[in-house]
């Protein structure tokens, strides 16, 4: 991906010196809430669902040294500039307002966010709550040892996704799909969630269009890897890899396939009305 030119974000937001220590009864974190993380894990769509679970009644900050400033870091900080500027031209282009540009906050280990407590084992994350972006930068590493999908263009649609819940949020999907919830079977729910996550796959598309259109940041194989790490975390393939066998009514993400086929449907068509995936008949 094609960034050594770009600009910075000002909205990063560094708590890597802060270390977090996770209290409550006991101190101890039981088989539940390490449950709980594992169904989290990449790319949670709602955290205030799941986060508050996995925070304990209390905790304690400790500050450590403040890192250093490296490559990865200053990589993160020009995607996310890059997407900034592609939504800020989207939403003049859809004359849907000003682009309220989104935090994204780095941190290790555990960190407060307004929809609870959140934990790296969780993966990356948008909290509605605050209007914030969550990445602890080890989960790329996991990306390219335990789930093949190295890559910096795969990097950038993990960035890329979390800020299209933010777009979500902004245009008040998060909320219609939170009040259509309430009363839902769990597998009604289930089926909202994958609509949700499917709609942020194919926005991840859109953002992928306007950045290469803008800036020609598209380098041959980087779309091959964005769907490679789609593909990557579908949730047939998260469980056959955890258990062995799927169960569709447990979706919350969509499968592999359906992953792929929404980030390109994005990025062929560079438009958002093309992501209707809750009017969409199939998915």
């Known amino acids: 991906m094609r960034l050594n030119n770009s600009r910075q974000s000002r909205n990063i937001e560094d708590r890597r010196g802060r270390r977090m220590r996770i209290?409550?009864?006991g101190g101890k974190i039981g088989l539940g809430t390490i449950v709980l993380a594992l169904v989290a894990i990449y790319f949670g769509v709602d955290p205030s669902v799941v986060l508050q679970n996995v925070a304990g009644p209390t905790s304690t900050e400790q500050t450590a040294p403040a890192p250093a400033d490296t490559p990865q870091t200053q990589f993160v900080s020009k995607v996310l500039a890059d997407t900034e500027d592609a939504w800020t031209a989207v939403f003049q282009q859809q004359g849907w307002g000003s682009y309220q540009e989104p935090k994204l906050v780095l941190f290790n280990g555990a960190t407060p966010t307004a929809c609870g407590t959140g934990q790296s084992a969780m993966g990356p994350f948008y909290c509605p709550g605050d209007q914030k972006v969550y990445l602890d930068l080890s989960f790329f590493q996991?990306?390219?040892q335990e789930l093949n999908s190295p890559g910096d263009f795969a990097q950038a649609?993990?960035?890329?996704?979390?800020v299209a819940h933010h777009v979500q949020h902004q245009l008040g999907v998060m909320d219609q799909v939170?009040?259509?919830r309430r009363g839902a079977s769990t597998a009604a729910a289930n089926q909202l969630s994958v609509r949700v996550e499917l709609q942020a796959d194919c926005?991840?598309?859109v953002w992928a269009n306007h950045s290469d259109a803008q800036r020609s940041t598209l380098e041959p194989g980087d779309i091959e890897?964005?769907?490679?790490?789609?593909s990557a975390i579908g949730d047939d393939t998260l469980q056959k890899r955890g258990q062995g066998y799927v169960v569709p009514d447990s979706f919350t993400h969509g499968t592999s396939a359906q992953r792929v086929s929404w980030f390109r449907r994005g990025f062929e068509a560079g438009d958002p009305a093309q992501c209707d995936t809750f009017g969409a008949t199939a998915l």
């Open 23 to 25: 209290g409550g009864r």
């Open 142 to 144: 996991q990306m390219a």
């Open 157 to 162: 649609y993990v960035i890329a996704h979390e």
């Open 178 to 180: 939170d009040q259509a």
């Open 203 to 205: 926005l991840s598309g």
């Open 225 to 230: 890897e964005a769907l490679n790490a789609a």
